[in-house]
């Protein structure tokens, strides 16, 4: 849905009159943004994005009548329009579930913090501009059959690599189906670098851990990575690897705008890994990630990027392809076949 005369519509849905208060005075802090509705519960949500037309709708997820995941999934298939799941920290195991139902994104219920107001009205302004139905269209293409990925005659290695991930806006739901195809076991470690708000990152473990073979957690400082493992950087730590394979959580680095730092991770990983490395930039706005990518090709690894069409946000990995830093640029579907490959699999 375009966007008319630059001002954002926001539908508001959420069966409390305090957080809908609060919502409207953040978002209507910013003058290109205007809230044309609210709603109390799912029912009321669908017959308002219907009648309203609203270029995005902030959605909560436990509401009387119709919950939100219902909502989220009527609306997505009769009317498509951005949507971003709003969750109180005791509900973000099920606020995941709403981006598998389509939503786009998982966003703490914010307070009347500074820091809050601004990622609010950030990601307000970042996901009413995606283009819901072709999104939509993308991923049904990928959540078919798994594509053949030719590597014929590219670096591959089959021991002692790794695979590094670096993601933001939208990775979730593409990590969420590139697990979904992998098998149990898969020759290498997998580390992923997600940008996720504080607290959320055992909620997205657990989704992930429902639909992979795969052993999926939240890295543990002292740890050594496995095959056949998913590791997440947790939001609330740096995060490096050594060349033992152990995991190093520090504390936040001062400086760096996106948690947690897909760059400190990645750039470990280079140095410690080299040419065993396998790199994947995903959906994500800002540019957290490309210096990782590149220390990957200087390092003699391979770098891949996940393709415009699929991604939510083609920002991270577009700003990586730019830079002159990827080997490849892969569909979604293709992704866990290009991986297989790559590792050393079948």
Request: net charge negative; proline share 4%; glycine share 8%.
């Amino acid at each position: 849905m375009a966007i008319t005369d630059n001002i954002i519509r926001v539908l508001m849905v959420d069966d409390s009159d305090l957080v809908r208060d609060m919502i409207r005075a953040i978002l209507e802090s910013d003058p290109g943004i205007v809230v044309v509705g609210e709603a109390s519960n799912g029912m009321e949500a669908i017959a308002k994005v219907a009648s309203l037309k609203p270029d995005i709708v902030t959605m909560d997820i436990e509401m009387p009548v119709m919950g939100g995941l219902e909502a989220i999934e009527r609306i997505i298939a009769e009317h498509p329009v951005p949507i971003l799941a709003v969750t109180a920290l005791t509900g973000v195991r099920t606020a995941f579930a709403a981006v598998s139902k389509g939503a786009l994104d998982v966003i703490e219920k914010p307070d009347i913090s500074l820091e809050n107001m601004r990622n609010l009205i950030n990601k307000i302004r970042l996901l009413a501009k995606v283009d819901v139905s072709a999104h939509q269209k993308a991923l049904k293409r990928s959540s078919g059959a798994v594509g053949i990925s030719n590597v014929t005659n590219q670096r591959c290695f089959s021991k002692g690599g790794i695979v590094a991930i670096a993601a933001s806006t939208g990775g979730p739901q593409a990590i969420h189906t590139i697990l979904s195809h992998l098998p149990a076991r898969f020759p290498v470690p997998i580390v992923i670098s997600q940008h996720i708000a504080d607290g959320f990152t055992q909620g997205m473990v657990d989704w992930l851990n429902a639909v992979t073979p795969l052993t999926v957690s939240v890295a543990v400082n002292g740890d050594v990575i496995a095959a056949g493992h998913v590791y997440i950087n947790p939001a609330e730590h740096s995060m490096r690897i050594t060349e033992q394979g152990m995991i190093i959580l520090g504390d936040r680095e001062a400086g760096k705008v996106y948690h947690p730092s897909c760059n400190t991770l990645i750039c470990s990983i280079a140095a410690a890994y080299k040419e065993r490395v396998v790199g994947l930039i995903m959906s994500g706005m800002g540019d957290d990630g490309v210096v990782g990518m590149q220390a990957i090709r200087k390092a003699g690894g391979v770098t891949l990027a996940q393709d415009e069409a699929s991604s939510v946000i083609f920002g991270m990995n577009r700003m990586a392809v730019e830079s002159g830093c990827i080997d490849r640029v892969v569909a979604l579907s293709d992704i866990p076949a290009e991986l297989m490959q790559r590792a050393g699999g079948k």
